[in-house]
C-alpha cells in the first residue's frame, strides 16, 4: 500500500464525506418533523376552537348546564391547584436535592432514597390520584379539596424537581466548592454564596417546567378536589374547585349536547396557558445565562 | 527562617480503600521556610496538603491516620475545620476565580469570617491583591469577573485571595502549572516576598523551581518521603539516597 499524499482527496475521504452528510440530512430530517404535532395540534385547537374563544369566554362561568357560557371558574381553579402545589413542591424538592447533592455521601441510605425518587417519577398519575384520595382526602381528612388536590400534584410533581435542581447543582464546578472551603467557608456559606446563585437558572427552569406539568393533569385533581361545575369561585384551599383539564374532559365526554367549539377552545385556553409557561421558564433562563459568570 | 517547628507530621497514612496514598510519612515544617515538595504524578504531594488543611475531611472515602500538629496543635481536634482552614491559604493547581468579582473574590473569605466594614474590606483587598503582584492590572475594573481574567491573572487573583485570611502557612500546589513562563517568574518573586510572614510549602512539578525558591526540599514517591534537606545538598550528588539523585537530575520520573 502506498501512503497517501497529504492534502489529497482518495476514497476513504470522499465516502467518509458523503455519509457526514447524509448522517446530517437525516438528523436535520427526523429534528424537524418534531414541530409538526405541535403545529397541527395548534392548527386542529384554533380552527375548531377560535370561534368560540371570546373575551367573555374567558370571563363567565358555565351555564345552560355547562353548554353555554364561559371557563372563568375553571382557569381560577387551575391557578390555584397549581400555586399551591408549588408552594409546596418547591422548597421542598430544592431543599431536599441541596442536602442530596450537597451533603448527603455516598451509602446505602442515600441510595435508597434516590432510588425512590426515580421510582416515584415513574407512577402513574392515576395511582398518584389514588394514593391522594387514601392520604390526604380520607387519611388526613382533608376532604375533596384544593388542598388534597394540590398535595397530590406537589407529590407528583416532586421527584422530578428534586431531580432537576440535582442537576442544575451539580453543574456548578467542583472546583468553586474546594476553592470556597479551603477559605474556610462552611459547606453552607458555599452553598449561599456560591453554589445556589450559579444554579438558580437550572433550578427555576425545572420547577417552572413541573408546573406546566401539574396544570394539565387531571387524574390527580379529578378524585381529589377538581369538581364537576361550582357555580361560585374558591374562597380557601378547603374549597374544592373546577380545573381546566378536569373541564375539558368534562365538555369532552360527560355532557350531551356541548357545541362543538367549546371544547376545543377549552383545550386553547389551557394549551396556552402552560405554553406561555414554558416560554416565561425560556426567558428566565435565557435571561439568568446572560449572566452566566464563568 | 528559624528552626522553629510550625507543622509537626508524625507516621502520617492515607488511603482510599485499599489504594494507599501516603505510607508512614514524618516531617517538620519550619516556621518562615519554604518547603518545596518535588515528586511525580501520584506521590501523594496534594494528598499531604489535603491533610494538612484537613480537605480530606471532604473527600469521600479517604482516611487518615497519623498526627500533623500546627503549633503543637493536633489538627483533627479542631472541632470546626474552618478554623483551621482560615489560617491555611490554599492556591490549587488550575486557578479558580470564584464566579463574582475581582473585589468579591479577595473579599469573600473576610466577609464569611464576618468582616462587614467597607473601609476595611476596601483596604484589605488593595493590600492582598498588591501583594499578589496584580493590583495594578487590575485597579481599574474591580468590579469586573473574577473568572474573565486571563489564567495567569486568575492565580494571582487565587493568591491574593488565600492571603485575605492574612495565613500563617500557604499551601502552594503546582501554581505554575497553567501560568505562562513570565507569569510564573512574577508569582515566584512574590512567594520570596511572603516568605518573610509566612511558612510556604510549594508542590511543585519543576524540580528548578524547588531549587530557585526551596529553603528545604523534600522529594516524595510513590507515596514514601525519600529525602528532605536543605536545597543546596539535595541538588548536590551528597544525596542521603540515590533515587534524590536521579531524581533532581532527571535520569527518572
Redesign the interface.
Known sequence: MTPALPFCTTAVTRSSRRREGVVRGLLGIVTALLIIPLISILALLVKHGASALTLDFLLTSPAAGMTAGGIFPAIVGTLWLVGVSLAVAAPIGVLAAIYLNEYAGDNWGTRIVNLAIVNLAGVPSIVHALFGVGAFVLFLRLGTSILSASLTLAIMTLPVIIASTKEALAAVPMSFRQACWALGASRWQTIRHVVLPNSVQGILTGVILQVSRAAGETAPVMFTGAAFYLPFLPQSVNDQCMALSMHLFTLSTQVPGVPEPLPYATALVLLGLVMSVNVTSIVVRSYLRSRRKW | MSDRVKIEIRGLHVSYGNHVVLKDVSLDIHEGEILAIIGPAGAGKTTLLNCI?R?SD?I?GMKVDGSIRIDGREVRDFRDP?????R?G?V?P?P?????SIFDNVA??PR??GMRDRKKLADLVERCLRQAALFDEVKDRLDD?G?RLSGGQQQRL?IA??L??EPEILCLDEFSIAVDPVTTMKIEEVIKELKQQMTIILVTNLVLQARRLGDRTALFLGGHLVEVGPTETIFSRQTADVRTFQYVQGLFG
Open positions: 488543611n480537605m471532604m469521600p474552618s478554623e483551621l482552614r482560615r491555611i490554599v490549587f488550575l479558580v476565580g470564584l464566579p463574582m469573600f473569605a464569611m469570617g469577573l473568572t487565587t485571595r488565600a485575605s485570611l
